[in-house]
């Protein structure tokens, strides 16, 4: 970006006097297309210091052209040990003409190694934890027999099924839109570095939200191309922009005539995508509440576009997290048929249909015949329209089940009728006979409760220190009754009102207000819940100083699915292997 400056470096920018190039007065410069009034100052690309060179100085006045030239890893590491210990030696290092230029305070992310250079490191990558062959249940039960008890180790801990993430990739390529409808998952709702690495293996592409997001996945083992990625920001911070040109990922969204300017500014020769909005009122997150440009503002859009020369590519859309009405997605097919059509009349030729997100188990099937039948009407494959999607609960949710263990129990207070004014406390859980306390909670894994609206449902893993004889149908069937707890369908009979309270010190910290579990439950005792995979991890945080629970892995047992998955991480091993 262009700066007139009299202020100080808050980073190490060191430029190349080898890379300078002159700016014309009153013209667009040719590496950051921003206009530089009456000036034929120098303008300077440069490459970014390590962060752990830090440079404090105060610049002259000048007004410089900074663009960040993309360094390869080679070039990175020509850094590696270099000091420079006064400003005076950085003032030397450059032609003695050069003037020292104002530098916001922004850091371009390090690009993520090459494929080579991780296997060949001595570092084990995050992704590649150990992975047993045991069942998922087998697995909770296996580790929580040494951890039942007072004075046992009670920490919390997810089990994650390998096979029920290839399960759910295989349903949905064996659907009715399986075949057309390629995959970019969307990394927000599980970061897991094994649940990225495993997923890439199957051939799946990503959606990623941000800078920090496409890193971690150029990052994997075995890294997918940047044409595997798309950036599903309709909002994006430049910086963030610069890091995805940086990284080779140009397929990006847009829904509004400022980031048109901020894309044409950083990287004109994006692959830019229109987010339009839909009608989301049958889902649990309503996402039309902050993104998608309506249909009377589309032609608007595509006429900036034009004007910027920037090369539109074709229309996304999102019905909302957790849709819950299948003809939601007829609808937002017909309006992109009809945004499809206005940028013909604009001059531009779309090939390229995003879904977006927000399937459900549940009505999966229902789903997928509805958006074959709407793909045949606006967009036959005679078309050659590309069509993606950014399923994310889909593919992970019943893959994760959490256990956490009982840490405190008592009996349900009785608040005396002098007392009611002074406390309030909900219906629902004034009715509970026992509160227990978990340790995980609303701020940590639970945090689905409060920002994805879901309601958990608990499950025995012990009573009384001793094991469950009853487990529960893993994964969950798609049509299990949710108004209805989960041990009653397990057959508990004997079961008593509880509250469900997580172990910080806010009294917000409630997983479930009231359920229904076995009698006999105490201290030390281990309670599970299924379907945990989205949108748990990603955003748990440590308030109070408690831990994030850790990931066991598994590929699930002896199933067909399980030794496919083996057969998948075996196969990944010898390459690998290999490799280094």
Known sequence: MCFTSKAHLPIAVVPNPLSRSTCGPDTLHPDCGLKIPGTTDNCYLNSISPPSLHITMTTITAQTCMTPAASSVSQQSSWVGQKTSSVSALIKSLDSTAQIPYVPDVVLPTPPATTASILSSDEPHPALAPVSDIPVHDLVKKTIATSTGVDLDESAFFAADLSAIYQAVQTWRASPIGSRVEIFYAVKCNPSPMVLHFLSLLGVSFDCASSSEIKQVLSLPIAPSGERIIFANPCKPASFIRAATQYDVSLMTFDNADELYKVKRINPNAKLVLRILTDDSKSLCRLGLKFGAPLDSCPGLLRVARQLRLNVVGVSFHVGSGCKDPMQFADAVWRARKVFDMGKEAGFNFDLLDIGGGFERETFDEMALVLRDSFDLYFPESSGVRIIAEPGRFLVSSAFTLAT??????????????????????????????????????????????????????????????????????????????????????????????????????????????????????????IGWSEMGAYTLCAASTFNGFDRSPVLWTTGGNTADAHAVRAILDSFATTATSLR
């Open 405 to 526: 263990s009982i840490i405190a129990s008592r009996r349900t207070p009785k608040i005396e009728a002098s007392e009611q004014a002074q406390v309030v406390v909900e219906e629902e859980t004034k009715s509970a006979d026992v509160m227990y306390y978990i340790n995980d909670g609303v701020y940590g894994s639970f945090n689905c409760i409060m920002f994805d609206h879901q309601i958990v449902h608990p499950h025995p893993l012990t009573i009384g220190h001793r094991l469950a004889t009853v487990a529960p149908p893993f994964p969950p069937p798609p049509n299990v009754q949710r108004d209805v707890d989960l041990p009653v369908q397990m057959g508990y009979s004997n079961v008593e009102k509880t509250s469900v309270w997580g172990p910080t010190c806010d009294s917000i910290d409630c997983v479930r207000q009231l359920v229904d579990l076995p009698k006999g439950m105490d201290v030390g005792d281990w």
